[in-house]
Structures are given as C-alpha cells and as structure tokens.
T-cell receptor, first 112, second 113 residues
Framework: EADIYQTPRYLVIGTGKKITLECSQT?????MYWYQQDPGMELHLIHY???????EKGDLSSESTVSRIRTEHFPLTLESARPSHTSQYLC???????????FGPGTRLTVT | KQEVTQIPAALSVPEGENLVLNCSFT??????LQWFRQDPGKGLTSLLL?????REQTSGRLNASLDKSSGRSTLYIAASQPGDSATYLC????????????FGQGTTLQVKP
C-alpha cells in the first residue's frame, strides 16, 4: 500500500498570496511528480524529480516552482497566487521511472 | 505527440451488469499503460498496470487488455456494483520516456442499485 500524503487537502486563498503545497512519501521513492487537473479535464504533468536536487518542468507550463532537498519531500510553491491557478494539484511517486506511480489525495486550490 | 482518448465520457448502468471502458492512444510506441480510479475530490488509485509485452492483466473483477499495434486498451468490469461508481482514467507511458504519464480525460461511471 502506497503512503503518500498531501497537505492541505483544501485551500482557499486570495490573489497575490504565496502558497506552498506539501507532498511527502514514506516509501523511499526517488521519482516524484506533480500533476495539475482542472475540473472534468485530464491530468497534466507540471513538475518531476528523479531524486534529491533534481527537478524538471513537465509538459504543461506552470508558474509554480518545486524543490527536492530530501527524498521524501517534494513541495510546490506559487509565489503569487492568481485565479487562473485554481485547480486540483496531485502529487505522485514511483520506485523507478517506468514502474507504477502512486498518487496522493490531492490539494484542491481556489484562488479568489 | 501522444494523445489519449477515452470513450464514453460517461456511462450509467444497472447493478450487476458487465461493462467495458475504452482507451485509445495515437502513438503505439508505449512502455506500459496504467488504469486508475478516481473518486470525486480524491486522488488516484492504481487499478492495473499492463506492460507493452502483455495482452491482459486481471485483478478481481477487473480485466484490462492491451492491443498495442492498434493503440487500444479496454477495462472490463464484471458484475458491477454501486461501489464501482467513480471516474476511470487511462494513462500511457511512452517508450524512451522518463516515466511521465499521458492521461485521458476519463470515463465517469455510475452504477445504479
């Protein structure tokens, strides 16, 4: 059973605020991913990491940034939130790049 | 560019019925394909991972098939139950790719008691 956690689960915040979405996993996985999902739409990869100090941008352009200082932790930051950032953000991890990905419960972000 | 399409977008069936969800992809050079379940407002639960060299995978009442050459996969659910109501997502991982999944938009299933 996968153990991957995201906080907060829900966040409503005003325009211009800085926010950090947390993601952590206890499986020791090197590979971690952030996906964005708008309501009724498919998931799009926005960031990924192959290990500590390794981060790459995904297929969908995003104004967010990520860091990977510890294996188990992969936070996502928005320096200045805007209404266009309203979406669900899902974090995932896998043992190897081509193996099964395990997902966290997601953070539903609303920017007013 | 890989594109994944799922048909139908929504499906409503009575309890006990067997059903098939469809997934198609444009580039047959995939490494594997993963089916997920997503409950409203929740994350994704992995159901089945099928490698490109495999034809099918089974888990309980679920059976996933893969025809790589035609760019198709199906998820068969036997004896559906109200608890199966959810959105089912198909995602492919392309060969030579670095683990990134390309997702379809999903099929939202409702099983009525």
């Amino acid at each position: 059973e996968a153990d991957i956690y995201q906080t907060p689960r829900y966040l409503v915040i005003g325009t211009g605020k800085k926010i950090t979405l947390e993601c952590s996993q206890t499986m020791g996985h090197d590979k971690m991913y952030w996906y964005q999902q708008d309501p009724g739409m498919e998931l799009h990869l926005i960031h990924y990491s192959y290990g500590v100090n390794s981060t790459e941008k995904g297929d969908l352009s995003s104004e967010s940034t990520v860091s990977r200082i510890r294996t188990e932790h992969f936070p996502l930051t928005l320096e200045s939130a805007r209404p266009s950032h309203t979406s669900q953000y899902l974090c995932a991890s896998s043992e190897y790049s081509l193996r099964e990905q395990y997902f966290g419960p997601g953070t539903r972000l609303t920017v007013t | 560019k890989q594109e994944v399409t799922q048909i139908p977008a929504a499906l409503s069936v009575p309890e006990g019925e067997n059903l098939v969800l469809n997934c198609s992809f444009t580039d047959s050079a995939i490494y594997n394909l993963q089916w997920f379940r997503q409950d409203p407002g929740k994350g994704l639960t992995s159901l089945l991972l099928i490698q490109s060299s495999q034809r099918e995978q089974t888990s309980g009442r679920l059976n996933a098939s893969l025809d790589k050459s035609s760019g198709r996969s199906t998820l068969y659910i036997a004896a559906s139950q109200p608890g199966d109501s959810a959105t089912y997502l198909c995602a492919v991982r392309s060969a030579g790719n670095t683990g990134k999944l390309i997702f379809g938009q999903g099929t939202t299933l409702q099983v009525k008691p």
